[in-house]
């Protein structure tokens, strides 16, 4: 107990000479000693690289998770030592909801396909988003967490241990300036005048005492001067290790670039495919529409249909017993059909396409064919040539050209 007490005492002094120090230093009362320009340079970049990685994992945190109430309660899991639950994505969730839709209005309806199509596809975006995540998770904000949690904390911790070394190192210089002060006065010359011999006396006892004072602060600084250069050179080692971690989380950043754009390319080429499944059968819906409802047959084309130039009407050829006629069926030939003489559009294919049957014309990205369309025809189709080659092409997949 009695060690305890000492031990208390002792510590209880240390922090009020370093409070006292501090104090001094703030109203410019007392000296203090200055780090190298390289050491705080290096001080300096450390505490911009802990603003900005905080920074950059909160945000990115923002971006893989945008509801805040799942952010907090990961983060609950996370401290608590648990294994963060399952959540389903909102792709996902879309996908079913669309999915029981569809087996509601009938899986056999064009809706009912197209829902079952477009949640299909939502599907495979949610799944794929769940894995980016959990890779960006992995290979970028585990390591800036890291690097916050672990390094950073050890930083702080020896620069605090720098701080009170320096605190000290300043109160020992502060003390040893005083010190001789006092011998100084106490040495000066006495008066051999003075009548009473006793001051001499005492003047000569209190420059020994002050002499001795000197000895204690000069040997007190010594070892504080150590200490601080040891502590000091402990702490540059670790902030010069920030080069370190600005490679590592270089590295990083790689990986979760790479991560991105497979996450991108994979909703990229899902959605194409989506885009011409629904173009491939964009035709049959259409036709069972109108059959349903001849008001929306009567409704007027689309703008980009309707900006096409018209060829005339090919006339109804009489329906003869066991001769075929596929315009008296409803079927179009594009190859029975000759286009307008004047006023044809040029257009750029934006994406591959993969023709159905032989009415249709396989498209090849970036490449120019001239389109136009027919009356009654859907909407969504035009007839495109290429050389010699002729067929109907979706109208998603075209940029029209003036």
Partial sequence: MEFNVKKLASDAGVFFSRAMQFTEEKL???????????FENLLARADCTKNWTEKILRQTEVLLQPNPSARVEEFLYEKLDRKVP????????????????ANDFGPGTPYGKTLIKVGETQRRLGAAE???????????????????EGDWRTISKERRILQNRRLDLDACK??????KAAEAKAAAVPDFQETRPRNYVLSA?????????????EHELRLTQTEFDRQAEVTRLLLEGISSTHVNHLRCLHEFVESQTNYYAQCYQFMLDLQKQLGRFSGTFVGNTESASPAAAASPPAVAAATLPAVPTIPVV?????VPNTVAEGVLNPNEVKPPASGTRRARVLYDYE?????????????????YSLPGMDPDWLIGERGNQKGKVPVTYLELLS
């Fill in 355 to 371: 023709a159905a049957d032989s009415t249709e014309l396989a498209l090849l990205a970036d490449e120019m064919i001239t389109v």
């Fill in 86 to 101: 399952s959540r389903v994505t909102n792709g996902e969730l879309l996908a079913q909801y669309m999915t029981e839709a």
């Fill in 28 to 38: 410019g009362q007392a000296e203090k000693t200055e780090l190298d320009a390289h």
């Fill in 174 to 179: 502060a003390r040893l300036k005083k010190a």
């Fill in 318 to 322: 009489p329906t003869i017993v066991g």
């Fill in 130 to 148: 769940r894995e980016f995540i959990r890779s960006a998770s992995i290979n970028f904000l585990t390591p800036l967490r890291n690097f916050l």
């Fill in 205 to 217: 006892s209190a420059s020994a005492l002050w002499s001795d004072e000197v000895e204690k602060a």
